[in-house]
């Protein structure tokens, strides 16, 4: 029998040893569940302090449901963790980070540290999935030869490789990886089987879109694209509507109402370590200016235009007091990576304004009250939902001026202070 | 009692004749419908060719489920229709057209047109609704100061005036005008109270969303921007995906399934005489590329790049017969106006290639037999739901290429011809 049906075989009876190298935000979820499932899961991560944190069943960043699967099956022994690969796998997810250089290109050193470990642990009769957003053509033209290269083995015969690109929402992993259709890009028909074998244990019903190598990292930047312009045009929306002095957020939310052609998000900071990132993926494809840049120039500038904002109200911020509500660059998340709202911060840091952070995520930030206390600016800068209701706290504290880049109040819960959002035309 | 009282208690009763001007794709299927309801409805265009083609019961444009409904109206004498403005309405809705110059900016001829003529009517306890879209503050800084200084009456006191944008989509006017929640951006309660009044009438739970004129004017531009967006950025993908030879629409229909955060529209051709100038409205009044600006730019490109990609196949168009199947700008409309295929079909002229059109929905066009016979090329340049069943016909006539736009074929259906598609990365 060909080796790789043989994988096949031994993944349907469930007696695979499964690796996840790298225990971010994609890996260690996917890891854990895989381990509650059963599987005999062994995770690497160079990241001594994740290591020392997983094997203490605490879960280095916030997910209330991952820590909860995490304690069950450190406890049960079937995940374990290590900063060493094994090389008893016989399937093994690559769910390292490729972030973006300063000069805005891709930064494979953590994939390239991970793969030369990787031929180093043999890799005859084993499927390497890549779980990684990785840019058009990565794996057909850069991971495949590798592989081979180093190896002297040949790719879907002596062992076999998967693009599966992750698209869960950072906080609802488990929930997510149970319900989401997976992309299945794999070199042949019986990788792409293995890659369904091991989700059906996680879902029976689990839907799969199977494509090619290329197809499936193209299927994750799409999605992330799309998603990422549809933020950057409500915030284009909402720099107009200033101009004509109307409220964007209302504006949109008619716009939207029972009409099911049009779904605009509200204004806000887009950041975070995906989305302003996979668009320049492929947009370094591009000699010209395309949606995708324009988008990125105009999200980024947000942070500086909430500034000119409040400085159109205030005047100089030089010594002022100014409370930042969120760090993280979305809610309920601990994630700073490409946060907006840190860029704020930096930015606000220039000014000579005295900036104090507030987070209930984010460790070494101060408690909402001292944050509050004598800030002549509040910005809310993070839609979290504990800043749903704090509306007497901040009336409590009198600040000169209230700035909510989400829309997350109005105008009369705040009847005798000068509170502005977002787009809503004022400033 | 106030004049607009009075007036809201006749619309209540059913006992107000109503003007519509403008009696095109907006104007008409609204004259019908109140009429349809037993409202007495004059409808008024300067163009003689719609005035006798109404009188005789014949829609001038192509919507099937008008077509009936103003064959009832016209018969039962509550829609007369003629050119020249009477003064006994109530309420009048202005629905003429505010097309683009050359330069981009608005042309509000046929708008001041309109508005003399209303002035001259006499507009003492009437009420005009706005139905055209319009640049934002127009209503406020233009029409309202316009309409008080020729009549030296108040608005809001002495006449009522409200915004309030079609949204309907070509060809679906009567079921959407059921259906879809009214924008209302009346200048106070009373007049917003009369336009809700008469839409009820069309259907009793017919739903608002009520704003400022400026709000509403936005919420309509808002609406098909974002539509026009979607649709660029399709195109962006498509154009991407070319560069690594994978089909965009396979990569788009993955993302998008049954993922909810994706719906990516597929690539093609967009344009017409609203999304393509909804855009500058707004656009305008930036200095720098908007993301409506670059999306602009993208589409109205495609048809040039559907030609270079015809070109890298068969070389120089010169002499060349091609068949263009489809000239509106989209399916199941006859309507030209900022069609992209009628761009196709200028620039390929320039090129010396012999272009001949058929359209199932626009006159003077030739058959699908002529078009096809002794072609070359045959480009599906509209996604007529009758382009979906010609397969047979193209096969038989063997062109050299076929170029697919709007991806309505896969290459099995032409098993021995040259087949492409927009963005399939094949050219």
Redesign the interface.
Known sequence: MDRLEELLHKTQEKSIRISVIGLGRVGLPLASVLASKGFKVNGIDVNTDTIESIKNSKCPFYDPSLQDNLEETVKSGNLTVGTKMESNFNVLFLSVGTPKTEGNTVDYSQLFNALNEIVKADILGKLIILRSTLP??TTEDVIIPFLEDKSSLRCGKDFGLAVCPE?I?EGKAIRELNQ??E?IGGVNEICNNIVKSIFQEINPDK?F?I??P??AE??KL??N???Y?GF??AN??AI??E?????AT???K??N???E????PIPGFAGGPCLSKDGTF?DN??TF????S??WK?NESIPQHVINSIKKNIGNLYNKKIAVLGLSFKSGSDDLRNSPSLKLVGILKTTGAKVIVHDPYVKDTISLKQALENSEVVIIATNHKEFQNIKEEINQSKPKLIYDVWSMYESKDYPSLEYHRFGDGSL
Request: net charge neutral; charged share 15%.
């Open positions: 058009p053509k698209r929402l989401l259709p992309i839907e879109v494509t090619s290329t197809g193209l299927t799409f999605t694209i799309y998603r312009i950057a045009l284009e929306l107009w509507s101009m004509y002095g109307v409220d209302e504006v949109i008619g716009a109402y029972n009409y052609r049009c779904n605009i492929l494809n591009t200016s395309s949606i995708v324009t988008a105009l």
